[in-house]
Nanobody
Framework: QVQLVESGGGSVQPGGSLRLSCIGSGFTMNDYAVGWFRQAPGKEREWVTLMSNGAGSKYYADSVKGRFFVSRDNSWNAVYLQMNSLKPEDSGIYYC??????????????WGQGTQVTVSS
């Protein structure tokens, strides 16, 4: 059974950092492009960062460039999102996804259940 399980969300003050983890099971994540998406209340889900399979070309939304960093650990079948200099507008539910990549657009096949990130003073 294929699963993606996110963890690492929480509450943090503006300027703080969080590291999200996404552990895959039932498939080999390195065979897939992976991405992080987020959804704030009342807003549509938006793309945050993508990483292609294998060698891993990385793409970041302009709103997080220079602050967020995506990485893989194939030994753990995992993907991570390091989030620094967090802002209140970064708050939302963060979802991990795995799938295909068409140019710099991800076509998700699998989704995690999400983890809440709240940035507030």
């Amino acid at each position: 059974q294929v699963q993606l399980v996110e963890s690492g969300g929480g509450s943090v003050q503006p300027g703080g950092s969080l590291r999200l983890s996404c552990i895959g099971s039932g498939f080999t994540m390195n065979d897939y492009a992976v991405g992080w998406f987020r959804q704030a209340p009342g807003k549509e889900r938006e793309w945050v960062t993508l990483m292609s399979n294998g060698a891993g070309s990385k793409y970041y939304a302009d709103s997080v460039k220079g602050r967020f960093f995506v990485s893989r650990d194939n030994s753990w079948n995992a993907v991570y999102l390091q989030m620094n200099s967090l802002k209140p507008e970064d708050s939302g539910i963060y979802y991990c996804a795995a799938g295909g990549l068409l140019g710099s657009t991800m076509i998700p096949t699998y989704w995690g259940q999400g983890t809440q990130v709240t940035v507030s003073s």
